[in-house]
Nanobody, 123 residues
Framework: QVQLAESGGGSLQAGGSLRLSCVAS????????MGWFRQAPGKEREAVAS???????AYAYSVKGRFTISRGNPDNTVYLQMSGLKPEETAMYYC?????????????????WGKGTLVTILS
């Protein structure tokens, strides 16, 4: 079974940096479309960043220039490096995988989800 496990969440001051990690298991191959999403209380889940099998990346406009998604070694590890964090970005952050050939990266496109890791940015 495909399983995703996030880690790295925590509480930090506004303007700080944090790196989230996602470890995937149960894949037939090591590289697939992976994405990071977040959901704040009372808000819909939104896409933050994605990376495809060729390591091309895409970002939400609100985080572009501040967040970086990347693959680690081994390839089943995906990171989200976040900087310049804002209080309004307090949310549960989720790792997700899209198992098809495409990397649409939308909330409704992902096939598997982790349980999330909480990121709290203090004012």
């Amino acid at each position: 079974q495909v399983q995703l496990a996030e880690s790295g969440g925590g509480s930090l001051q506004a303007g700080g940096s944090l790196r989230l990690s996602c470890v995937a298991s149960g894949y037939p191959y090591s590289k697939f479309c992976m994405g990071w999403f977040r959901q704040a209380p009372g808000k819909e889940r939104e896409a933050v960043a994605s990376i495809d099998s060729d390591d091309d990346t895409a970002y939400a406009y609100s985080v572009k220039g501040r967040f970086t998604i990347s693959r680690g070694n081994p390839d089943n590890t995906v990171y989200l490096q976040m900087s310049g964090l804002k209080p309004e970005e307090t949310a549960m952050y989720y790792c997700a995988a899209e198992m098809g050939l495409s990397c649409s990266g939308g909330v409704d496109d992902m096939d598997f989800w982790g349980k999330g890791t909480l990121v709290t940015i203090l004012s």
